[in-house]
């Protein structure tokens, strides 16, 4: 059956609850790296009709289609959020705004032209505002698109955010089910440098179906890969989100999340490869079952320094108190047999 099929059938069986469409699906402060120096940054979910290829299937592991409005809001719902959005700025100096929909801020659709400019201009006006961050799929990044909000945005510095996932076709088609390939992130990051516009690609480590071995190997050749295009790379770390392929095939014993010190492997060794490229990642849901970990015991301290290196870009960040934990070793035997199991558990059960 192919893969597209199954997770429509999965996201059948969901049940979204309802929600007011003035309300934006989160709003959240927190920092960056903004040419080498810390920022604080506002990011905003908007709630929008979601994902066009989400609604029809989608990846693997997304969960962020259950956060969609059952109605599409309308412009003044969009008006509103981005209202109650700013209001958790008002006690920031200088912010980045990071913008997310749950798909794409660029497809019309989602976004109409007179919401975009709406919220450009008003991000423009904002003196505040020093960066806009917006995430998008990679077909709605055309040379209408991006002019349209380099007019809104004037002087504002932009960037697009795409989830390429990885520069393998074969695992973004076969793991994650994403529906474009390579060469349109591509085509879409060229469009952005031609107007002046950057561009960050978002990586995911250990999709299913692939082995903790071959997901970092996956990371660092991507990375390579997408240097010349991006620049900013976010790595995240794959975790199992209710609702999802993912989590069906973590409950039956069949996908593990990755392990952290597969991640400081990867931004080490990428990092000292690229030292002029911004290589960052936030571990999301560090330490729980869901999310990625070691032997929970030193997961925090692993996380806290991923985040540290994060922000200073130093790999001396990247020493961390839980090097010394049991399970270092652990882990480098896992990279090995993990080749026999192909990403199923092996450890995991021992430790409960
Ligand atoms: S493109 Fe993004 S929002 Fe759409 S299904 Fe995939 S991960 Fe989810
Ligand atoms: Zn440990």
Redesign the pocket.
Known sequence: MPLNQIISEIRNRQRIKPSAPDVPTAVWTGYDNHKGKRIDTLTIIFKTSG?W??NQG??S??G??YDSSQNPPSYEDLKSQLQKAMEKASSLEEFMVKIYT??SFLDENEVSTDVLKYILQALNQDKRVLKVVAET?PEFVTDDTIVKCRNMLKDTEFEIAI?LETSSDIIRRDSIN??FKFSDFIKAAQIAEENDVTTKAYLLLKPPFITEGTAIDDMEQSIDDIVPYANNISINLCNVQKGTFVEWMWQKGQYRPPWLYSIVDVLKKSKQKHPETIITSDPVGAGSKRGPHNCYKCDQDIANAVRRFSITQNINDLDFKGQTCGCFQLWKKVVKLDEYTYGAFIVDRMMQ
Do not use: A, F, L, T
Request: charged share 15%.
């Open positions: 994902c290829w989400g989608g990846c592991m997304c962020y289609v749950s798909g799929r989830g994403k529906g």
